[in-house]
């Protein structure tokens, strides 16, 4: 761990020059109760770890064994590295500004202000756009996870006779959603995303028993890509598992020691490579497994009256229900960052206390409105995080370099520009083929 950390510090030796490297903006950030090393890759696990890893092998049977193994290291390398040159810009305009930390639309806005000519009109606009897309983005997350759960108890109540519908179980699981979107601070939601690590791991290893339990057959066509119309789809699914941009940013600045967050040996880096370890090996094994007859989410190709399967449908369940307060933490966030300047008095804890309960009733009733989970994933994945972790990244650093710090042959121009064509494909491509897989599922 001490060599991770060690090495993890490379940010200082990648941004700035001797007169902007007298100004450290880690040193100038003001958190009440940061988090560790250790409680800092619990949270990075846990908020990469959850629906997503469970539709990784139906996005797998999309593109066959060897293309989804190539894509999955080509998505997590791409998006992961994007991740970080954003990090790694918003210091760089904290040491421009003297700032200790700065918000992801305000690095957008003064990015843009200090950019090529031709985009500066868009700095207003495009700094409360990023927001927009932010508080999608989670709340998109936000009604994923209720459906997933509701599934899962669904399908445990349904072998006892408990016959239930979807949108009931969603009602029931409404009240202790509030309960826990109560907690206010990262330090405090350790102990849920530890317990959901645990559990998470545990219930890994009941799919895997099933998924291992007999001959496994890797038949040729399990192997080939099936449609190349998929592959947008894949990405998307990808991308929704692999990436939770707003809780990695809220990671970072709320890190005791944010120097360890990035760099080829940091602690990102580090939580990626497990993280897309994971997935590969849920997602392979499962469609050797389960095939075409794959669904949305691998629980719920579980046999339905084996006791081992139920409990890890339960487990399952319970993991990505405690990772919800993780997910919505950040959509709060950014509303009450807004609403708290503008109040004042004892107004401020009964509209803390009403936003809170807003953005649980919020996704939870367009969960209740469209119980749909496979084809939601894709889209969001692909509107929103090829936006967020690829496009406005490379944006961002094409206007900090800008006009003459882009390197040898403009490296650093021609690099951005290659991935803001990329995550606009991404954005296009996935988008349009997940729209037109919900509107085929709706009739």
């Known amino acids: 761990m001490f060599i991770y950390k060690f090495m993890g510090g490379i940010v200082e030796t990648i941004t700035g020059g001797d007169e902007e490297a007298s100004y450290d903006p ?15 890759m619990i949270h990075l696990l846990k908020g990469s770890i959850g629906a997503g890893i469970l539709a990784m ?3 797998v049977r999309r593109v066959g064994i060897f293309a989804s193994i190539a894509g999955l290291l080509l998505v997590g390398f791409f998006a992961s590295y994007c991740l970080q040159l954003l990090i790694v810009a918003q210091y760089e305009l904290c040491k421009r500004w003297r700032r200790g930390y700065m918000a992801y639309p305000k690095s957008m806005r003064l990015a843009l202000q200090d950019g090529p000519h031709c985009l500066r009109w868009s700095s207003g606009l495009l700094y409360y756009f990023v927001d927009v897309v932010l508080i999608l983005w989670q709340l998109g997350i936000c009604v994923i996870y209720p459906v997933f759960v509701a599934e899962n108890i669904k399908q445990v109540c349904d072998s006892y006779n408990l016959e239930l519908g979807l949108r009931t179980h969603l009602c029931c699981i409404l009240g202790p959603l ?6 206010k601070d990262l330090k405090v939601m350790t102990p849920f995303s530890s317990v959901s690590n645990v559990i998470t791991i545990l219930g890994l290893i009941l799919v895997f028993f099933y998924m291992i339990e007999e001959d496994l057959s890797f038949e040729k066509e399990k192997m080939e890509v099936k449609s190349y119309a998929d592959i947008p789809v894949f990405v998307g699914v990808t991308l929704f598992a692999l990436e939770a941009v707003g809780v990695v940013l809220a990671l970072e600045y709320n890190m005791e020691n944010p120097k360890h967050f990035c760099g080829i040996f940091g602690l990102f880096n580090i939580g990626m490579m497990i993280i897309i370890a994971l997935y590969l090996m849920v997602g392979v094994f499962g469609y050797v497994k389960y095939g075409d007859e794959i669904k949305a989410s691998i629980t719920l190709n579980l046999p339905q009256n084996e006791k081992k399967a139920q409990a890890a449908k339960l487990i399952f369940a319970l993991s990505i229900f405690l990772s919800f307060p993780l997910q919505n933490f950040v959509a709060y966030n950014i509303i009450w960052r807004r609403l708290k300047k503008k109040i004042t008095g004892k107004k401020k804890c009964p509209i803390d206390y009403a936003l809170r309960i807003l953005l649980v009733l919020v996704p939870w009733a367009l969960a209740i409105a469209v119980p749909q989970l496979g084809p939601f994933i894709s889209l969001f994945g692909a509107l929103c995080l090829s936006l967020l972790a690829v496009v406005f990244p490379g944006l961002i650093d094409v206007c900090i370099w800008y006009p003459d710090r882009y390197g040898l042959c403009y490296y650093k121009l021609l690099r951005d ?5 990329a995550g606009l494909v991404c954005l296009v491509s996935g988008s349009y083929s997940s729209m037109i897989e919900i509107v085929n599922n709706m009739k």
């Open 26 to 40: 880690h040193l100038h950030r003001k958190i009440e109760k940061p988090t560790s090393y250790s409680e800092t």
């Open 178 to 183: 509030i309960i826990v979107s109560m907690v």
């Open 417 to 421: 520009v290659f991935i803001i064509i």
């Open 57 to 59: 092998p139906e996005a």
